[in-house]
């Protein structure tokens, strides 16, 4: 299967922003079900345990990487169902996500923007969230679970010459 990679990276003020966005026919608060609800992240991405507020940390359970690890994830902000802020550091680095949601006539679009610390590995980073975001169209709309090969290495040469583009935008800019 031949996907095609939409992730683009942005230059900040403080530093790269890889944006990806999907696009669904339903309201804001369904969409934001998908991506906070426990029981709805188990289909895409894992489930997670504890209490989910701003300043709080869970623990989230990596369900569709190798051994299913379990990790801690804080909660940065959390405004319903327009905006979810998260980070959580590990072996391979600090991890700062957002998700934003606007609705328009009936349809969601979904932003996800990984602050990045550092460009380096980009290619492996971005076909990730591309994987995990075709997961969470599938967890909606039924269908087979997409597979992390066609994502990867495929995807890794159009991330890494994102890094080659100089594009910018302000942060928190939609």
């Known amino acids: 299967m031949s996907l095609i990679p939409t ?3 942005f230059r900040t003020g403080a530093g790269s ?8 026919r ?12 426990s029981e709805r992240t188990a289909r895409w991405f894992g489930p997670w345990e504890g209490v989910a507020a ?8 990596m ?13 940065d902000a959390c405004e319903p169902p327009h905006r979810l802020a998260l980070s959580m550091a590990d072996g391979h680095g600090n991890w700062r996500m957002e998700l934003l949601l606007r609705e328009t006539d009936g349809v969601t679009e979904l932003e996800f923007v ?3 610390d550092t460009e380096e590995g980009v290619g492996e980073v971005g076909a990730g969230w591309e994987y995990y975001l075709d997961m969470l169209v599938t967890a909606r709309e039924g269908g087979a679970r997409p597979d992390f090969g066609d994502y990867y290495p ?17 942060p928190g800019e939609y």
């Open 154 to 170: 495929a995807m890794k040469p159009y991330f890494e010459k994102q890094r080659e583009n100089d594009e910018r935008r302000t």
């Open 26 to 37: 339903a309201s804001a608060e369904d969409v934001w079900a998908s991506v906070s609800e």
């Open 7 to 9: 992730g683009r990276l």
């Open 114 to 116: 990984h602050h990045l």
């Open 63 to 75: 369900a569709y990487e190798e051994g299913a690890p379990w990790c801690e994830m804080r909660v």
């Open 17 to 24: 922003d890889l944006v990806l966005r999907r696009t669904f």
């Open 54 to 61: 701003p300043g709080r940390t869970i623990k989230v359970q």
